[in-house]
């Protein structure tokens, strides 16, 4: 069956990004009336930052782990297994101080995980997510298009085009709605500015 993976990580409820996933989603529903889609609203959930007694768990070999160490990987097993599921990704990304929300860095340091969705062979890392596409649905206040100064100052696409690709998920759609403080300022109206960029997502979606 298709598994569509919804991830949102803007905190506001105004969201562009939240707006953009949504008619993602939309589409995708309307093409895979089946298909199944994974909600995980990172701003809603109180994921707990990885510290020293999950980083032991993690390199503690499944077999050898205590029940404590076990308990301790539940929410990362249950990202993951999220992950395997899915065929498509969709993540939806606020820039927050030229990067992403630290809610997403959370699921990302709980997702990378040695031996479950990357390992080290002779030839070096190798991501084990194969087969998986993913479209990256990014608002910034700011523009920062390339091959201009600005995108000197974009971590956003760059670093989860990387991180991504080390977890073995390689086929990478970025969507930008870049420059949304006008909408803010009120210099331009939220549909007409959303417009061509709704079309995108939902060509993607498709
Ligand atoms: C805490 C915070 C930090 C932000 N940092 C940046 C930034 O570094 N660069 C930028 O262009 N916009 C920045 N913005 C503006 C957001 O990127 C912009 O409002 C965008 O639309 C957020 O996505 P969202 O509408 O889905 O929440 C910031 C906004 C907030 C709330």
């Known amino acids: 069956m298709p598994t569509l993976l919804h991830i949102d990580s803007s905190p506001l409820a105004t969201s562009i990004s939240r707006e953009l996933t949504r008619e993602f ?4 529903k309307e093409k ?29 070999p499944a077999e ?11 929410s990362s097993d249950e990202l993951i297994s999220e992950l395997e ?7 939806g990304v606020a820039m927050h101080n030229f990067s992403i929300p630290s809610t997403l860095k959370l699921w990302i340091d709980l997702v990378a995980r040695n031996g479950k969705t990357f390992s080290y062979g002779s030839n070096g890392p190798e991501g084990l997510l194969k087969g998986k596409k993913a479209t990256l649905v990014i608002a910034s206040g700011g523009v920062y298009e390339s091959g201009t100064p600005a995108a000197a100052f ?25 420059g949304t403080a006008q909408i803010m300022m009120g ?20």
């Open 32 to 60: 895979n009336p089946e298909g199944e889609v994974i909600n995980r609203d990172l701003a809603a959930s109180s994921l707990k930052p990885i510290d020293q007694n999950w980083i032991g768990s993690a390199y503690t």
């Open 85 to 91: 599921k899915a065929n498509e990704i969709v993540i």
């Open 154 to 178: 974009d971590f956003v696409a760059p670093y989860l085009r990387t991180v991504l690709g080390f977890l073995g998920i390689t086929e990478v759609n970025v969507v930008t709605a870049a």
């Open 187 to 206: 210099a331009v109206d939220r549909e007409i500015f959303l417009k061509p960029t709704l079309d995108k997502v939902r060509e993607l979606a498709a």
């Open 64 to 74: 050898a782990r205590t029940p404590e160490q076990v308990a301790t990987l539940v």
């Open 25 to 28: 989603v939309k589409t995708w």
